[in-house]
């Protein structure tokens, strides 16, 4: 596995557990800010790493 491809899944992996911790404690609207300010300019950063960078 690339670093790339390594990086980019303990971004996304960081990013669930958080989430899941803020629900957990019932902080819903902590979690959604989460999970919907670092999906997309996370899934923006995933393509093109592995766009320009695809060894």
Same mark, same amino acid.
């Given at each position: 596995m690339s670093y790339t491809? &390594?990086?980019i899944l303990t971004l996304? %992996?960081?990013l669930i557990i958080c989430s899941a @911790? &803020? $629900?957990m404690k019932e902080h819903y609207n902590i979690? $959604? %800010?989460l999970i %919907?300010?670092?999906m997309l300019p996370g899934y923006a950063l995933a393509n093109s %790493? @592995?766009?320009e960078n695809e060894n």
């Open positions: 491809k &390594f990086y996304y %992996l960081v @911790l &803020f $629900i979690a $959604i %800010l %919907l300010g670092n %790493l @592995l766009r």
